[in-house]
Structure formats: C-alpha cells, structure tokens
C-alpha cells in the first residue's frame, strides 16, 4: 500500500514539475511579449510555435556566449532548411540543450520514478539522452535533404516555363514571374519569390541571385545563377543560355531516375530475404514435413 501511495505520489510530483517546466516560461514570455519584434520572421510549425516561448527565455546567455564563426554556421544551415526567417541560431542552440533536458528527465522518470531497471530500460536511457541533444540537427538534416529533393524535382520545369515565357517576348524578370505562378507551392517557388521581392527593393540582379545560390546551396542552382551573371557581364543572350540550362537539367534528372531505378533491385534484397522467401520455404516445406511424420521417418532420426 506504501508503495502505491509513494508511487502515486511521485507521478503527481514529476507532472507538477513537467507543467511548471512547460507552462512558466510560457506565462513569463506572455508578460514580455511587447519587447519582441517578430515582424522579420515566417510563421513556423507547431513544435517551434510550443517550445518558443521557453527558448526566448534563455536566448539571451547564449547571444553573449555564441562565437560568430560558429553562429554563421548555424545560420547557413538553417538558411538551407528555409528556416532562416523562422529561427535565429541562438534558438536553435537552446533547442539541442532543451531536447537533453527533456531527454535527462525522461530517463530520470523511467529510472527512478517508476523504477523500470531492466536492461532494455538501461539500453534505452544510453540511447535517449544523446539523441535529445542531437535531434535539433538529425531534423534539420532530414528537412534540407527533403527541400533540395523538391528543388531538384520542380527546377526542371521552371526552366522550360521560363525559355517559353522569354520566347514569346518577355523580359527575365518577367518570366520568372510568370514561372513562379505556374508551378505549385514549394521550396522553390519560395526562393524565387524572395528573388522577385529583393530585386524590388533595389538590389541588383547579380547580388539577388547570388543570395539565391548561397540560401539554396546546390549545384545545379549555382551553375544556373553563375551562368546568368556571367552572360549579363559578357553581353551574351540570357534566352540562349536558359535553353542549355533546361537542356542540362533535364539530363541530370534523367541521369537521376536511371541511378534510383538501378538502386531498386538491391533495395528490394532485403525484403525478399527477410520476409518473402521464409514464407515460401515454410509453404513448401510444410507438407514435406507432415509426409514424414506420416511415414514415420523422424523416428529414426529420434531413436537415432
């Protein structure tokens, strides 16, 4: 009865202190909500939307801590993610030490509280804590491989809309903006409507387009944006080159499939070895099974 009653009471205490944990910094960023200009930034997911309120409040100390090398770095790859309007390094740092807080009290809770010391549990608390520092970064990962896979899949035809829309008079300006309207929402259509917007406050051309390859960070956008500056500097036609363009990404996106078209054989290896062939051997060796017991032949392997 001790027992239940202690347990009992553990359970209520750790909730108290997970909600004041959560609901605390919430209040307290409610009462300084005024001094925090959030005008720059883009509406980010739920998950950041949650967990903001707790980060701003300890943002401050790693602004005074952070050297700029390491905060650039931070700030290119949230820039990649196309999160640099969402999420500023600071707060991303606060993230990694707020996932190991989380990560330090599950283990605590799993360990102490409820008492589970079994060597799953064990295994599992060594495995918890370093992933909730380092999930911050495995997601942010996860979120850049998915944004250049969607660039890399919409920029072909951008380019093919772009070509036609130059072909038939109008201006690069204007055809990115006729491209931009025509392919369905995404990282890309993003990039460039950025592009169009930085091009309309006065910046240059060559200077918004090499913001474009740097907040993107691939290959196929560099060669695409050093093309275009190079061709403005040397007098040579844009429509020419955006044709090669097009031309060049449809191989590589050929060049792509062929590569993933390959790879599904040996993908599917596992599988097959996994799942697929046990079962057939079970469904042909089943009845040869019961036609030697039937005949009494393990029997003999039994008496032996």
Not at 32 to 60: A, C, S
Request: net charge positive.
């Amino acid at each position: 009865m001790f027992n239940s009653f202690y347990g009992i009471l553990a359970i209520v205490l750790a909730s108290i202190c997970a909600g004041a944990f959560v609901f605390v910094p919430v209040m307290l960023a409610r009462k300084g909500r005024e001094k925090n200009n959030d005008e720059w930034r883009d509406r980010p997911p739920g998950f950041i939307r949650l967990l903001r309120p707790m980060v701003r409040l300890y943002t401050h100390r790693i602004e005074m801590t952070m050297d700029s090398h390491k905060r650039d770095m931070v700030l290119s790859r949230l820039t990649e993610a196309g999160y640099g309007y969402v999420l500023s390094p600071e707060e991303f740092v606060v993230m990694r030490r707020l996932g190991l807080l989380i990560a330090v009290f599950l283990v605590v809770y799993i360990l102490f509280i409820i008492g589970i010391t079994s060597s799953f549990a064990i295994v599992f608390s060594l495995v918890l804590v370093p992933l909730g520092f380092f999930y911050p970064d495995i997601w942010l990962r996860d979120v850049i491989e998915k944004r250049k896979t969607r660039i890399d899949k919409d920029f072909p035809f951008f380019l093919e809309v772009i070509v036609l829309a130059m072909n038939a008079g109008l201006t690069f300006n204007s055809a990115i903006k006729q491209a931009v309207q025509r392919i369905p929402d995404g990282p890309l259509k993003q990039e460039f409507v950025r592009f169009l917007r930085e091009t309309r406050t006065g910046l240059s051309r060559k200077e918004a387009l090499e913001r474009l390859s740097s907040r993107i960070n691939m290959s196929s956008i560099s060669n695409f944006t050093a093309t275009l500056i190079q061709a403005a500097e040397t007098g040579g036609s844009i429509s020419a080159v955006l044709v090669e363009q097009a031309k060049q990404r449809r191989k590589e996106r050929f060049i792509r499939a062929e590569k993933m078209a390959n790879k599904a054989p040996v993908k599917l290896l596992g599988p097959l070895l996994g799942l697929l062939f046990p079962i057939t051997f079970i469904i042909i060796g089943f009845p040869l099974v019961i036609k030697f017991i039937d005949a009494g032949i393990h029997k003999v392997f039994i008496n032996g």
